[in-house]
T-cell receptor
Framework: EDKVVQSPLSLVVHEGDTVTLNCSYEVTNFRSLLWYKQEKKAPTFLFML????IEKKSGRLSSILDKKELSSILNITATQTGDSAIYLCAVVEYGNKLVFGAGTILRVKS | SAVISQKPSRDICQRGTSLTIQCQVD?????MFWYRQQPGQSLTLIATANQGSEATYESGFVIDKFPISRPNLTFSTLTVSNMSPEDSSIYLCSGLGTDTQYFGPGTRLTVL
């Protein structure tokens, strides 16, 4: 059965800390991996990763895919309280089926 | 980027009734999906909405309970039928564009 596993399940840090969120996957027909930030109802798209070893960066957030290890990491540097959210990882399979991980709950304390 | 709207944004319903959620995308997307997110859980795919034909349902979801329509490329509806308190959840419409997946704002459903 296809699955996406995120770790840790939850994390509490202080402002200014750097965090690394992990996503590993076992899917049949991998196409791409997506990262989302979810604060209220709808997830907000962060990154789409299709190629291994190429870092995607947006401000303090960055992410990279390792197809050999079947995993991805999302880094957040100099965290702020506004980074508090659930971070979701999802894998897109050919046929456009998405499999979501359970998410990592991040809380940044001031 | 596509903008996706949903309505209603929230509703409180009685057990045994049905609710239809509408989803409109402002530009064409290749695929449309319906997700459910129960309290404290991640997103669960209910079905893929297929234009002009029956939706493709994931394991655990059936058409009688969650009938879906997609009469054209930019509009879809999800009906939650014969509701029970266990159906209380956030229902999210999603569209797959060329480079990313867009989500609607969600419908928060409470069944009493």
């Amino acid at each position: 059965e296809d699955k996406v596993v995120q770790s840790p399940l939850s994390l509490v840090v202080h402002e200014g800390d750097t965090v690394t969120l992990n996503c590993s996957y076992e899917v049949t027909n991998f196409r791409s991996l997506l990262w989302y930030k979810q604060e209220k109802k709808a997830p907000t798209f962060l990154f789409m990763l299709t190629s291994s070893g190429i870092e995607k960066k947006s401000g303090r957030l960055s992410s990279i895919l390792d197809k050999k290890e079947l995993s991805s990491i999302l880094n957040i540097t100099a965290t702020q309280t506004g980074d508090s959210a659930i971070y979701l990882c999802a894998v897109v399979e050919y046929g456009n089926k998405l499999v979501f991980g359970a998410g990592t709950i991040l809380r940044v304390k001031s | 980027s596509a903008v996706i709207s949903q309505k209603p944004s929230r509703d409180i319903c009685q057990r045994g009734t049905s609710l239809t959620i509408q989803c409109q995308v402002d530009s064409q997307v290749t695929m449309m999906f319906w997700y459910r997110q129960q309290p404290g859980q991640s997103l669960t795919l209910i079905a893929t909405a297929n234009q002009g034909s029956e939706a493709t349902y994931e394991s655990g979801f059936v058409i009688d309970k969650f009938p879906i329509s997609r009469p054209n490329l930019t509009f879809s509806t999800l009906t939650v039928s014969n509701m029970s308190p266990e159906d209380s959840s956030i229902y999210l419409c999603s569209g797959l564009g060329t480079d990313t997946q867009y989500f609607g704002p969600g419908t928060r459903l409470t069944v009493l």
